[in-house]
Each structure stands twice: as structure tokens, then as C-alpha cells.
């Protein structure tokens, strides 16, 4: 059992910036990507970013490249989501997950986090 805890979120002005934690009991075998989602109310999860742990290899959606970062410290068995230039549709319940599927759908995602709120204002 993995156990994923994402910290990070809160309230910020569009233009904004926020960086997500992302703490995981333990990277495994079973483990070796890590992506997150946005949800937004009344619509289903979207992948924003995934990496693969430890190895690297950050990927970011298209919608979001060039203001998301993506990245890990395997120290601290910790994946970051840096967001910049926060627009209000960014806003959602983002989750961090891991599994060994990998890819941008969420079934391919075996653990995840309770979710961490993000609000964009104008």
C-alpha cells in the first residue's frame, strides 16, 4: 500500500503562482510514475503532469507547458507541481497519483491522494 499526501493548495490571484507537494510512503516498483490531476467541479480528472520515480522524465500536458514544472526529490520521496501564471480555469481539486501504467489516463493510476484545492481569482 502506498499512501500519497498532497499539500500546497490554497487560494491565489490569476497571474499567480503555487507549487503542490506531493509525499509518498515509499516509491516502489509498482510506482515508477507519478502524475497529477486537476478536477473541476462537474467535470471528470485531467492529467497535468506525470514523472517517472526516480528517473525523471517530466511531462507536461500541452495545455499547460511552459507554466507547469514537474519535478521530484527522490530524497525526500516527494514529487512538486510548480504552477505559474495561474489562469481561473486552473482551478480544481488537484490530485497526485502513482501507479505503473503510467500515460495521461487515471486508470492507469493503481494509488492516490485525497486531493489538495486550488481557487484562482480575478
Known amino acids: 500500500q502506498v499512501h500519497l499526501v498532497e499539500s500546497g493548495g490554497g487560494s491565489v490571484q490569476a497571474g499567480g503562482s503555487l507549487r503542490l507537494s506531493c509525499a509518498a510512503s515509499?516509491?516502489?516498483?509498482?510506482?515508477?510514475?507519478v502524475a497529477w490531476f486537476r478536477q473541476a467541479p462537474g467535470n471528470e480528472r485531467e492529467a497535468v503532469a506525470r514523472i517517472y520515480v526516480p528517473g525523471d522524465r517530466p511531462y507536461v500536458a500541452d495545455s499547460m507547458r511552459g507554466r507547469f514544472t514537474i519535478s521530484q526529490d527522490n530524497a525526500k520521496n516527494t514529487v512538486y507541481l510548480q504552477m505559474n501564471s495561474l489562469k481561473r480555469e486552473a482551478a480544481g481539486v488537484f490530485y497526485c497519483?502513482?501507479?505503473?501504467?503510467?500515460?495521461?489516463?487515471?486508470?492507469?493510476?493503481?494509488?492516490w491522494g485525497q486531493g489538495t484545492q486550488v481557487t484562482v481569482s480575478s
Open positions: 497519483a502513482a501507479g505503473v501504467g503510467g500515460g495521461w489516463l487515471a486508470a492507469g493510476y493503481n494509488w
Open positions: 515509499e516509491y516502489t516498483a509498482n510506482t515508477p510514475c
